[in-house]
């Protein structure tokens, strides 16, 4: 499969604990981008990469969120301290980058649910 | 801050009807609007996309408007078929100055049989 992949798919954590997700673009694709979708909403842009650099990031996203792309390939993006408000599908979706705009292409996501 | 509002949030149409999905968005910056259709349980998949340069695309039966001067842009699909069934998400991002993409709520659409 040459699609965007995520791992794991599903999540479910107790509410304190750390979680980290990864998720593996396109491999020509040096654009990353990380949302966070709940039901009935579209989603939410959480932060994004060019390459290692990341160069953007939501107000969403708070001190207990981190995100990292250490050789511009794969991207983890860590929760600590995790709460129930952080239960949705966290999402990963690349692009192609010079030039465009590019279609983000999505990952099949990552559900946590937090208890 | 940036906005994206997205009427209505559901629709129901006979198949072989149309629909039509209709945005508005309040970043005057943005130049990139794209539609994503995502199906239950699975991915956002692009439909079509359409950029501020042009008023209007189309691709078979789907097609998409823009008035930017309105900050308006609308999503029609044609001759609908039950497999239209779907969320829809109409999308806007600004071309310089960072790449955040900014996503409606969605229309859960019902094409009937």
């Known amino acids: 499969d040459t699609g965007v992949s995520q791992n794991p798919r599903h999540k479910i954590t107790k509410r304190g604990q750390n979680v980290t997700f990864r998720c593996d673009p396109i491999?020509?694709?040096?654009?990353l981008y990380w949302y966070r979708q709940t039901l009935g909403q579209g989603p939410e842009f959480l932060t994004y990469?060019?390459?290692?650099?990341?160069?953007?990031k939501s107000r969403l996203l708070s001190d207990r969120f981190s995100a990292e792309r250490p050789k511009g390939s794969f991207s983890t993006l860590e929760i600590q301290r995790t709460e129930q408000g952080d239960s949705a599908m966290y999402l990963c979706?690349?692009?192609?980058?010079?030039?465009?705009?590019?279609?983000?292409?999505f990952g099949p996501g990552t559900r946590l649910t937090v208890t | 801050g940036e906005n994206v509002e997205q009427h209505p949030s559901t629709l129901s149409v006979q198949e072989g009807d149309s629909a039509v999905i209709k945005c508005t968005y309040s970043d005057s910056a943005s130049n990139y609007f794209p539609w994503y259709k995502q199906e239950l349980g699975k991915r956002p998949q692009l439909i079509i996309d359409i950029r501020s340069n042009v008023g209007e695309k189309k691709d078979q039966r789907i097609a998409v408007t823009l008035n930017k001067t309105a900050k308006h842009f609308s999503l029609h699909i044609t001759e609908t078929q039950p497999e239209d069934s779907a969320v829809y998400f109409c999308?806007?991002?600004?071309?310089?100055?960072?790449?955040?993409?900014?996503f409606g709520a969605g229309t859960r659409l019902f094409v009937k049989a």
């Open positions: 491999s020509e694709h040096n654009r």
């Open positions: 979706a690349s692009s192609l980058g010079e030039g465009g705009p590019y279609e983000q292409y």
């Open positions: 999308a806007a991002r600004r071309g310089t100055g960072g790449f955040k993409t900014i």
């Open positions: 990469f060019q390459n290692e650099a990341q160069l953007e």
